[in-house]
């Protein structure tokens, strides 16, 4: 396959810049009908021989690869009169020179290739990092976003110098390839000017959130446009972070990347999906949709550690490419097309890779094959592969840029490659955005104290925020089920084509079952779980502890099957409906510390394991200690404050009952559970039971307790002001002369105007079988525990909510066909109603002043901020 694009572009696209497969000829810029900013990558350099140099080595082509070399030291031109995209110029050009480089020292060294080399391709690299510099000639530091090979900067009449705005991705993807620069010549000045604009990306990002947005203004550093995630316009700058440590060997560079993750995971990742947010608003969704780019994601969670989640959003990424044949550019989240072209990109492949190399699990396999047999079923041509120009009809775009040679046979050959395969061993280098190979041994080359950072924000920190981690793919998967029980319910989910078993009343043991009532589903219940499946319902585990049941009626294994299973549904929301208006007995938790000496009481709900409070006639009294992490979802680091104390924790993230084992084994005497929905309280939330984990609680012997964000924050601000409180948690207060919530001193509580309308409960309509159907709940035991407030989600007819607010026109891509990959898709997809932006939460940051602490004037330029953010997304709609 590589051999049939490379030698189409030798053959009749070479020295232009990039074939057009299906005319069977070379795409030069000038030449052809404008593409907008598209053609920026094209600079008359022969931009796909150059972007293809370690390729053709890694896939042992080595006489090609001399032979390649040999044509760019004696034909490309870098001097051209011509306006060129920095990021691209940078990524492609630039970091093919380096990789050639690598590659051509690498052979010298063997002895038997290349012995004539002298270092021409990093003398061409350094002409052209000369040639880029002019563009970091800013107040802030950030490269303009075009620069004039030829002439730099210089204004209207080299159409360079006039703009204002550049993406994150452009300004942030530049120190892989400017620091290899300046580590292979000794020259410091190509690895300051990717650092400096690094660190004014860096102090720019928003404080609250620790997101940064997806366009910038150049000179004054104002984000352009807030909205945040992992795909385009952003991607590659969190890639650089974590990379830039990798290949350097700065811990600066991993505790940016660190805090950045922390956020990604806590707003935007909601596996599988991962939804682009506002970030001075990151509970408010941006988008309706995902675009392409961000499938290089889970690979890069792979080189985190972070297995799990990369697997999750892998598989609905591979549903999706099973179901469109391709990546579609840009997709909704029921997982329908929104941009329909598919130009060839990699970043699948890449993630496919990365997750084969961390668990050696066969499956990766697979899906790489899936990959291989599209791109020969649909994209392969005569003179080449061409681009789809719509997945749905499989039509072709004239187009193969050099990514698809750099990159998508790269990562391929490598996924199928055995060790002995492979030319040299890839360990030794670290893969850039455009997958060239840049060697690790760049970290030990010389390089003086001429690299100065701001870091000043690590006083800031927290140390869980420098936790190193590394896969260990022995112990990865213990339970060998443990990655499949992860792609099930997406795979249900996405995947509506799949081939299915025959009826399982006609072949199962125990035909002629009553099929499942909701009242007697485990949801640990392996054979209850395979019911579902039959029904079509999945059952998605949500990190907040709920689990999430969907079902697509066309899922089941029969008409039969898909009838119960829409009978299970309605029953599952008759159940939760009727739960959710028994009254549960609450419990106590009495402030009993000066000053409040009992007079503040807060309402709290009890958890289904530990000790039943209402059968001790004492409660359990202590103080009260925030655990470290908040979240308590793994082992204590500060136990020995929580050591005979009433530990503090965030609800999410984890099970109650994991919660509750992980502080009572750092010596807790008990525990207080502190809701994660702003603005919750009792007075307008119904109360509910935490339910344990599906297995025996018996070991659990202290108090769990839950308050909903209200109550938590009266008691957070109480330890805050005086620096401890002393509760006891008990069934109903121990005097009952003391004040109630509602007469809480106030002091103590939220100004009436900052508080959120609470959820209520949902009603629910019978739905019909053509429907899919969306149920949350707190994770079920066989008591049936009741989900809180907002857990019971509405149904969901089986079309996306964007389909049902998308103008027609938005189907198909609008101008941003035309503009270069990391600049799409920015703009927010999704307006508001005034009304409804009126009544969004407030929402603050983990561990910040709470809202009671803001003053007037800080809470209306918070909505003016707000309002400033909704109109620019409005303009970007029209």
Known sequence: MFDHAYQNYMDHAYPADELMPLTCRGRVRGLEPSRGDVDDALGKFSLTLIDTLDTLVLLNKTTEFEAAVRRVLSDVRLDNDIVVSVFETNIRVLGGLLGGHSMAVMLKDKGEHMQWYQDELLHMAKDLGLRLLPAFNTSSGLPYPRVNLRFGVRGPETRTGTETDTCTACAGTMILEFAALSRFTGDPVFEIHARRALDFLWEKRQRNSNLVGTTINIHSGEWVR?????????????????????????????????????????????????????????????????DSLLAFFPGLQVLKGDIRPAIETHEMLYQVTKKHNFLPEAFTTDFRVHWAQHPLRPEFAESTYFLYKATGDPYYLEAGRTILDNLNRFARVPCGFAAMKDVRTGSHEDRMDSFFLAEMFKYLFLLFADAEDLPFDVEDYVFTTEAHLLPLSLSTAPHASFFTSNRTFNEELDDSNFDWTCPNTRLLFPDPAFPRNLREPIRSAVDKSCPRPPPYRYVEPGMGRPPLRAQDFMANNVEHLELLRRMGVSLIHLKDGRVQLVQHATQAVSAVAAEDGVRFMQEMMELSSQQQKEQLPPRAIQIVSHPFLGRVVLTAGPAQFGIDLSKSSTGVRGFVTVAEPYSGCTEITNAE????????????????????????KAGAIGGIVIDDNEGSSSDTAPLFQMAGDGRSTDDITMPLLFLFHKEGNILLEALKEYREAEVLLSDKARDRGVTLLPHTPPSLLEPEDCLTEATTPTSFEPIGQSQMSTLELDELTPEQVTPPREEVSPVEQDTSPAEEVRPPEEEASPAEDARPPEEEATAADLTRPEEERDSEDREEPEGDTDSSSQSVDELLADWREDLEAFQQMEKDEL
């Open 226 to 290: 807030r909205d945040s995630g992992v795909g385009a316009g952003i991607d590659s700058y969190y890639e650089y972070l974590l990379k830039a440590y990798i290949l350097l060997g700065d811990d600066l560079f991993l505790e940016r990347f660190n805090i950045h993750y922390a956020s990604i995971m806590k707003y935007i990742s909601q596996p599988p999906l991962l939804l682009d947010v506002h970030i001075h608003k990151p509970l408010l969704p941006a988008r309706t949709w995902m």
């Open 641 to 664: 404050y929580v050591q005979g104390h009433i530990a503090l924790l965030q609800r999410g993230q984890c099970m109650f009952a994991e919660k509750a084992r992980h502080i009572q």
